[in-house]
């Protein structure tokens, strides 16, 4: 079965290309299998048997190695709720954030108490090694890494990944935050049994299009899935969730149509940013970040009254005058494109 893109109803608002949600809307196999729920399926609390397993294997991971979360967001949290609350003596715990960094670390580890040290970005976004591995101590417990990194695009070298897991402390981790994962050239999943201090996160939200189901996983050797398993909800994962999770595992045609899309956009975005003179960095993910200049705010403002919302992220750390702006569907790319060049217009 092939993917065409289909037309969503017009959501009216606009054209949203600034979450790095699918554009096209979630593979149509999907909401059939979610229709199928019946009104006792409603009604009782869930199994997850066959959803984890279906995931588990999906992923080519045992199942003790795997935590199915309400979106990746739940994994997060719930690694900060258990590795970064207070000691018995109420001494913090500490969490490494490399910047510029989704901001869902931050929030949740300063909400379990943690202390943040913040790792600032070197010119070009290029891996902040020393400086990740100065910022480690013996109060360390989490350390944020995102591979490829959100919003820059940029994957984290695999050599750099290493460093950091040989410098921590015994009881501490690295959450590697693959959520753009499905758009990389390499992601490190299957490193996972050879070192017990990573866990990986990934998300149905993005290359599935399943933002509003809530859907993700986190993966670890069984030791560190156990603690989490003691800090998340029995029932985190909803019966349409759990549903849609198990057409979704089973349509590689959907994925590869969008990931085809992906490469196809990313594409056109690099040559409109080149013949623009616009610095933009070589995203491995479904948006890319661009550097439009100092009237960065302006330019955003002038897409939205077009129409097509993009992210002005020019006040993240290294994104001065940057924006981001997703590259999925063909189609909305160039719409997209479009409204840029005349905001450009506008503002210049
Ligand atoms: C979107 C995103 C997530 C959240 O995924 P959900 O499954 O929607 O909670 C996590 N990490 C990064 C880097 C993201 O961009």
Redesign the pocket.
């Known amino acids: 079965m092939s993917y065409a893109y289909q037309r969503l109803p017009d959501p009216g608002a606009g054209l949203r290309l600034h979450l ?1 949600e699918n554009t096209a809307g979630c593979s149509e196999r999907v909401l059939e299998a979610m229709r199928t729920v019946t009104r006792a399926d409603a009604a009782f609390y869930p199994d997850y048997t066959r959803v984890h397993e279906a995931v588990a294997a999906y992923f080519g991971v045992a199942t003790d190695w795997l935590a199915l979360t309400n ?4 994994g ?1 949290h719930a690694a900060c709720f258990a590795w970064l609350q207070r000691g018995e003596g109420g001494e913090r715990r500490e969490a490494v954030i490399v910047e510029p960094a ?1 901001d ?1 670390y931050a929030a949740c580890a300063d909400a379990a108490g943690a202390r943040l040290r913040h790792v600032m970005p070197r010119p070009e976004f290029a891996f902040p090694l020393e400086e990740t591995l100065d910022a480690i101590t013996s109060d360390t417990r989490l350390v944020f890494l ?1 591979n490829p990194n ?1 919003p820059t695009g940029l994957p984290v070298p695999r050599r750099a990944l290493e460093a950091v897991l040989g410098r921590l402390p015994a009881e501490a981790l690295v959450f590697l ?1 693959e ?2 994962a499905d758009f990389a050239d390499e992601h490190m999943l299957d490193d996972l049994g050879s070192h017990p201090r990573l866990l990986v ?1 990934r ?4 290359a599935h299009g399943l ?1 509003a189901v ?3 996983a986190v993966m670890a050797a069984p030791p560190v899935i156990d603690r989490l398993r003691r800090v998340l909800p029995p029932y985190g994962v909803n019966v349409f969730a759990m549903a849609g999770l198990l057409a979704a595992v089973e349509d590689h045609d959907y994925l590869d149509w969008y990931r085809g899309q992906v490469r196809e956009s990313r594409r056109l975005v690099h040559a409109f940013c080149e013949r623009q003179a616009i610095h933009a960095w070589p995203s491995q993910a479904n948006f890319v970040l661009m550097r439009v200049g100092e009237r960065s705010r302006e330019v955003v403002a002038a897409m939205a009254r077009r129409g097509v919302f993009v992210r002005d992220r020019s006040s993240e750390p290294g994104c001065a005058g940057c924006l981001r702006m997703s590259a999925g569907v063909v189609e909305h790319t160039r719409r997209g494109l479009a409204a840029l060049e005349e905001a450009l217009c506008d503002v210049r």
């Open positions: 790095n979106g990746l967001d739940e997060i989704f869902m995102t959100n935050d959520a753009y996160g998300t149905f939200a993005k933002a809530r859907a993700g």
